[in-house]
Structures are given as structure tokens and as C-alpha cells.
């Protein structure tokens, strides 16, 4: 009998990739989406839907119980949030119910609850020069990052709880919204920047971070934490470089003043603010995107995971730009 694993987020970017994997992993699947999510694009996968209450540990305990899953792979969350209070009711109060619920409606069944956190749990180094281990002390710049840092958090009080926390780096791949942005400004002819600050960024294609998460659920040990990236390191123009020689594009390289920026950033937080609604840019993303230093060493990764990335950058954007272009993204 095939065994279980319940993905969270599954009608999302990661979560549609993790859903490929544990098929292709021979895993049962049971996909955790939201109320009235779009979840065309997973029809055609033999996967069991639910709808999880995660405000309810009891209920969910009873949830979890008759799936009978083994594993969870908790990926859902919020990127965007009000308000500090609400980043962390999504991202650290729930995971901690989901992870709660599982001790008690799993019990010893479960093997392996894994967290998708973020290295926005750490925050970025003001040195060019280091690298981000899981040894560096944590100091998230973002309501985002606070809130993930404080589910890691929370997560560790459950001693039983057969946990693995993975925090990616930036993360592309088919799908993905955020950094699709550059690339399609990139392929309309214009290159932007904040400022002309140097610096050192890292990035993860999201079917190397999907392996290494069906992988972690077989490990040993419990408790750890892990950085994931592809291992390598680039300065603020190289994805937008590679991105030009598979388009066959050329840009104009537009490097916008800092503080005109940041003077968008707070009137976008006080006209959204009174519209109830949740700015793209604020200042405390404005820092995330000019930091100096998001380079992060996967190196415990690569030992305790056997973590071996398969996609370079270029590889990884070459895959995703001609997935956007077949699918009239571009």
C-alpha cells in the first residue's frame, strides 16, 4: 500500500510542484486548498482535495486522523498580510495548530512533518563578503520573515513532532508571480533597479527545492534546519543577463533613485492602508529588495539531505521562460 502525504498550499506555485513530485515519488497524495481556490490546473493529477480548518486543532486533529497520512509537507501561507498580527495568524499560529493536530490525530504514524519557511526567517547579512549558515542569529527585516521565524519557532515547543524546516532563498520556476515581474519586464525591453547598491543574491529553481523536500520526508533526525539555494552566488544583473541571452532580448538598464522609491513605498502603505488593502511595495519589502547579501551556504544541506541541486540558474530560467512563453505569460 502506497504511503500518504497531505501538501498544504497544494493549488499554489510550490505547492503545485510538490504535488508532481510525490506522484512521481509513488506517494499518495492528499492536496490541502483553500475555500474556493483555483485548482484547474491540478485536475487532471489523481490526488484526494481537502479543506483544512486551521483554527480549530481539534477538528483538525479528526481531519488528519482519517487521512492517515504519514507525512506533511505544510507549504501554505501568506506572502501578503495586513498587518504583523495577521502574518503570524496565517503563517506561525497555523502551522503550529496543523503541527499540533497532527500529534493528535496521528499520533506515532506520522514520520515526518515538514515546514517550507524562508531564509526571510533569517534576514539578509550586510557583508558582501559572508555567507547565511543556519548558524547566523536570526534578523528578519519583513513582517513575512518575523512570522516565519516566529513558526520555526513555535514548531520547535513540540518536542515529538518529527520535524524538518527547509527556508528557501528566492524561488522560480513555472508559476511563479513575483519574480515573473522582472522577467517580463525584461522581455518588454526595460531593465529596472532600485538604486545602485552592489549586491550578492541567491536563487532556487522550484523543482530542485521540491526534491529535496520529498527527500527530507525520508531522513533521519529530527529538529533541523536546512538553507536552500542552488548553491551558487549572483551579483543584482545576472538573472536579469541570463534572462536577455535565452530572449534573445535587448534592455534599457533603468536604475531608479532610491528615495523615489521608497517615497512610493510609504504613499502606496498609507493609500492602501485606508483602502484596507495590501501593498505590493512597502519599505520593509524596500529593504528585502536592496539588502546587500542574500547568499546563503547549503552545505548542511548537502550533508544531512544528500542535497545535490540540478539546475543552474540559467537552466532553471531557461525551463521557466519557455514555460511562460507556451503558456502566453510572455
Known sequence: MKEKVLITGASGFIGFHLIEAALRQRLDVYAAVRPGSDISHLKEYEIKFCELDYTNVNELAKQLA??????????????????QQMYDTVNASYAFNLASAALEGLGSKLKKFVFVSSLAAVGPLNSRLALITEDVTPAPVTAYGRS???????????????????????????????????????????????????QQLSFVYVKDLVAVAIHSLFSSGSHLTFHISDGGSYDQYELANLSKQILNRKTLRLHVPYAMIKGLAFAMEKWNGWRGKTPVLNREKLHELTAVNWQCSIEKAKKHLDYRPQYSLKQGLWETLQWYRLNKWL
Open 66 to 83: 482519517a487521512t492517515g497520512c504519514q507525512y506533511i509537507i505544510h507549504a501554505a501561507g501568506a506572502t501578503r498580510a495586513g498587518s
Open 148 to 198: 516565519k521565524l516566529l513558526a520555526e519557532q513555535q514548531l520547535k515547543t513540540l518536542s515529538s513532532l518529527p520535524l524538518v524546516i527547509l527556508r528557501p532563498t528566492a524561488v522560480y520556476g513555472p508559476r511563479e508571480r513575483d519574480i515573473f515581474i522582472m522577467l517580463r519586464s525584461i522581455h518588454r525591453g526595460i531593465e529596472p533597479y532600485i538604486g545602485r547598491v552592489e
